[in-house]
């Protein structure tokens, strides 16, 4: 049938200092308070070097449409030069041609 269960009797002798099981203290409040710090700094940490690599990025890419804007624009602005050294080229030539035609016809 059923036996009953002894428990088992220790020896206060038997127990090292290691087996001897220590309550865990709860942390004091300049710890907990210590504890918050830190966790703030290396989150404020993160969020500043996260922070600073997008602003970088962000400024680069800016700069970058600015500069072919800036090329745009210079080209449109040459454009309206470059028409007029054609007009200039074909003016000057067809002066030449008739100051050459009434040299030629007075001679």
Not at 81 to 98: F, G, T
């Amino acid at each position: 049938g059923a036996r009953a269960w002894d428990m088992p009797q220790f020896e206060r002798g038997d127990a090292t200092a290691s087996d001897t099981v220590q309550p865990e203290r709860p942390p004091t409040a300049a710890e907990l308070d210590a504890l918050q710090q830190r966790a703030h700094d290396e989150a404020w940490a993160q969020g500043h070097a996260e922070g600073y690599a997008a602003g970088v990025a962000s400024g680069e890419q800016a700069i970058s449409e600015g500069v072919e804007r800036l090329h745009i624009l210079a080209a449109a602005l040459a454009s309206p030069l470059d028409e007029l050294d054609r007009d200039l080229e074909y003016s000057l030539a067809n002066l030449a041609l008739i100051l050459a035609r009434r040299i030629v016809g007075k001679s």
